[in-house]
């Protein structure tokens, strides 16, 4: 698929693929708010996360064992329904970064990855950390001129792309994981005009396709973002 651009309610917005497969569910999405993660600073404008849910869409639950050992204990990282799955390419273009070497911390612990993400954001606000510390590990795309695709807190050693390399929609780039940032295993992906973080402006997209469950069954979605709401399937087309 091309990167192709599409204009909707006078805003143009780059049209992109899936980034996962399965179901998931976006807290923070520019389909219900923007900014989407509370700030336009670091190209974030536009972010969008996703965590996965069972098959079923029944629970928004996503991890296997109960709420009270989520919160008391802390789960290991393969309880959580979304870790390891496979990162897919949302664009063609080229690989111009990545990261593959940070530590996720294993159990995920709630407290923890709050004081965790309270204290890189204020480093590297300070200039006393790496980005890398925010992104954990990441894979970065030069889709064209003043266009970046950015995928971050990917598993640790699963980046399987290389610095140079011209990559395709759905290429593999890694897997979902829970480095940098996060507060739980998670894709987080944004779209941004330059490569620098500190100046980055977010870029608004869409995607081609996904479906959204309702009462009763899955129903195709075309050209949109998905609000927090939604429960949300993604299929390889």
């Known amino acids: 698929m091309d990167n192709a651009i599409s204009d909707e309610k006078e805003c143009t917005m780059l049209l992109v693929s899936p980034p ?8 923070n999405t520019p389909g219900s708010k923007v900014p989407s993660h509370g700030t336009s600073c670091f190209g974030e404008e536009y972010a969008i996360d996703f965590v996965m849910i069972p098959e ?7 991890y296997r064992k109960s709420f009270f050992s989520y919160v008391c204990k802390g789960l290991p990282l393969d309880d959580f329904y979304g870790w390891g799955q496979r990162v897919y390419s949302p664009v063609n273009g080229r690989v111009i970064e990545v990261e593959n070497t940070i530590r996720e911390r294993n159990p995920v612990n709630i407290f923890k ?11 590297f606000m300070k200039n006393y950390a790496s980005s890398k510390m925010i992104t954990g590990n990441y894979v970065m795309i030069e889709m064209a001129k003043d266009a970046y695709a950015l995928l971050v807190h990917l598993k640790q050693g699963s980046v399987c792309v290389q610095v140079g390399q011209e990559i395709t929609t759905h290429d593999v780039l890694g897997e979902l994981g829970h480095s940098g940032n996060s507060t739980m295993p998670h894709l987080h992906m944004q779209f941004m005009d330059s490569r620098d973080f500190s100046i980055a402006k977010g870029l608004p997209f869409i995607f081609d396709t996904y479906k959204i469950k309702n009462t009763t069954n899955w129903v195709t979605i075309r050209n ?6 939604d429960i949300i399937k993604f299929e390889m087309e």
Do not use: Q, R, W
């Not at 996962?20 to 807290?27: A, D, H």
């Not at 079923?56 to 996503?62: E, L």
């Not at 949109?224 to 709401?229: F, I, L, R």
């Open 113 to 123: 990855d709050y004081k965790n993400t309270i204290t890189v954001t204020h480093e």
């Open 56 to 62: 079923s869409g029944k629970s928004k639950k996503p």
């Open 224 to 229: 949109a973002v998905p609000k927090v709401e």
């Open 20 to 27: 996962l497969l399965g179901v998931y569910i976006s807290p």
